[in-house]
């Protein structure tokens, strides 16, 4: 049984000192002002004769609660440092789930407040099954109710794997997230290193791509954890083509084709306003941002020609697999940035799964139910042309900019194949390099891949630059009026 009662928002009074570790008072800075409900698990009702172990009047080591964020309801809990380290005991996990339980009575997305050295050593397996029930109802709230992480303080053990389960995790620099400390594994592997070797915000925002947004302080996390709650709510409006004006995004690339350009200012470009962008220092070849257009909450995945040349790779493609069925669950219509010159050749790749973890995102893409709309801006090789959301997987909406190329290989490769002996018997590099020229450009023009992909309506049209915000505009809201309000029937498993 769950119940609810009205939280006393006088306790954090004006002047009073506070523990900044005080759950209660991250809720008070977490939430809008205003009143807020206390939820209580079914062990925290109980009278108190048939659980001699807790007193009514304990403090509890799990404070859960509905407020406002930015007007919206949202449900929240945190840990309670003081009690054990903020350990997950039998008696915090259930708070866990009673939020839980809660969040998804109500359809509200959720969000921790992480601080929690895990399972609570001193319970033994109660703490253990206690843990496994937390981790099953997030894995029941998957794809149904939006889920974030704050991560501000230790999460080891299962207080890592609570945060990893969720839909997007923000860590602050006091955030150390681990499976096991630094103490652990010195005393089993002689290795020594510090919490913030294995679970800082360097080790979790660059290398392992466990967290997606780093903030400075607690302070900004907390911030973050609302902005996503904004923008992770599902909304029924679609995109509004005639807030849209387009603007010239030609100007945000360099003018000659082989110049390496930054394509986060292309993403900003394209959305009405500067964006958040997950993983942002993990797989940095793919980028993946959350932001505003025509009035709603969209995805951008990009590629970014800054890192690998914007070859896809293995962290790449699950980053985006990812991050295209965590918009797909809750509505967030796509839009897909493609200047890809094809996947990351070498052996590291292959045996690191590039074929198994690739797949994710040809399985990603194909599986959308929001309405998705994708630009070729210079060019398209490949089977990455078609991972990076082809009309064959089932895109709305598909535009080449002028001059893009959408091919097999890039025409001097595909020259290299298909004219190998020709080019062997060409006695000099330079006069080889001459040939492989003319020859290119003579593929170029037969194969023409935009002309070609309209004609066969692969493609819907070459749009320019300057008429490229209001071309996706208007198939985005085509696509919503068709579908209707339409979420992936699906959880967001973390890939
Ligand atoms: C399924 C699973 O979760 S398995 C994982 C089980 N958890 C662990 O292995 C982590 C054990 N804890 C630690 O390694 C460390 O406490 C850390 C890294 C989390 C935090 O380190 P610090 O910030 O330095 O805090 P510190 O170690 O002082 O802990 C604060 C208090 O919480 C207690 N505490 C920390 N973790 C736990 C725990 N899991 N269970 C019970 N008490 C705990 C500490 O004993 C300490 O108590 P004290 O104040 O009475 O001395």
Known sequence: MVTSDTADSS???AGRTVDPRDPAGRLERFFDDGPRLTIRSDLDTQPAGLNARLSPDRPRPVVAEIGTVDGRQVVAFAC???IGGGAMSEESCA???AAYDEALARQLPI??????GGARLDEGVRSLHG??????AMTRASGRIPQISVVIGPAAG???YGPALTDVVVQAPTGKIFVTGPDVVRWATGEDVTADDLGGVDAHGSRSGVSHVIAVDEDEAMAYGRHLCALLTPDPAPVDAEQVADRDLAALLPRRPGVVYDVRGLVDGVLDEPGLELQAGYARNVVTTLGRFGGRPVGIVANNPTHLVGCLDSAGAEKAARFVRLCDGFGLPIIVLVDVPGYLPGSAEELGGIVRRGAKL????AETVV????VVTRKAYGGAYIAMNSRSLGADACFAWPGAEIAVMSPISSVRVLHRRALAGVAGDRQRAVLEQILADEHAAQVDGVAAAVELGILDAEVRPDRTRSALAEALARAAEKAGEVRGGHGNIPL
């Open 371 to 374: 309405p998705t709309a994708t």
């Open 95 to 97: 708070g866990i789930v």
């Open 11 to 13: 306790r954090l009074d």
């Open 131 to 136: 843990v496994g029930r937390v981790f099953a």
């Open 111 to 116: 969000v921790g407040i992480w601080h929690s």
């Open 362 to 365: 040809l399985h990603a893409f």
């Open 80 to 82: 309670d440092p003081r």
């Open 158 to 160: 299962g207080a890592a």
